[in-house]
């Protein structure tokens, strides 16, 4: 093979690779657009009381979570707009799931009041610290918050297929968005900037030496 024709195939590789890469782009920053898209669409159906659609479609929204998340992997796709967009993909549909679950469970939440009460707090104190020190919402998606981020979703699911709601999980996922929270909350004390994807603790003292 002569040298020209290998850099020919070299160059053919590579633009291969840069549209395969664009195109993944494209497709996972649309699943995250969906997200975005579909939240007020559900909080429609749930007022207006289509409940079985509004049920699906939630775990749609969830599910894509799972998808651009396993293909950003793949594909090594990351960039700050994406990091952002998930951000707030994730954060509607968690959030469109809450008020699914005091309109439709509000016993449930009334017998559990101290414990929500604990994670707007813990919400609250991580959103604020972070627009002192950052001036922004954080965008750490530790492991911690995509372990949380799985419980949530799956806990948020079947509480609108069953009769009555897992204990089990419920605690689970509670106990790791806490555990989560609190992370955020001293990685924002360690890290001076603002940064994106921290996996952990660790990692956030790793990026400060």
Known sequence: ??????????????????????????????????????????????????????????????????????????FKVTSILGTKLDSIGDDLTVLVGLIALFVLKLEFIKQHVIIFIILLVLFLVQTTYAFISYKKMTNFHTYLAKIAAVLQGVFLILVFFTQEPSFILFYAATIVTMLELIEE???????PEWQANVKGIYWGLKNKE
């Not at 290998?6 to 840069?18: D, G, H, P, Q």
């Not at 549209?19 to 429609?44: E, F």
């Not at 909350?185 to 890290?191: A, C, E, M, Q």
Request: charged share 15%; net charge positive; hydrophobic share 50%.
């Open 1 to 74: 093979m002569s040298h020209e024709t290998a850099l020919r195939i070299c160059y053919f590789n590579n633009s291969v690779k840069t549209k395969t890469h664009k195109q993944a782009w494209y497709v996972i920053n649309g699943i995250t657009l969906y997200r975005i898209i579909a939240a007020p669409i559900l909080l429609v159906l749930l007022f207006t009381k289509q409940y079985d659609i509004f049920k699906w479609l939630l775990g749609v929204s969830f599910f894509t979570d799972l998808i651009d998340g396993y293909l950003a992997r793949k």
């Open 185 to 191: 909350i001293i990685l924002i004390r360690l890290l």
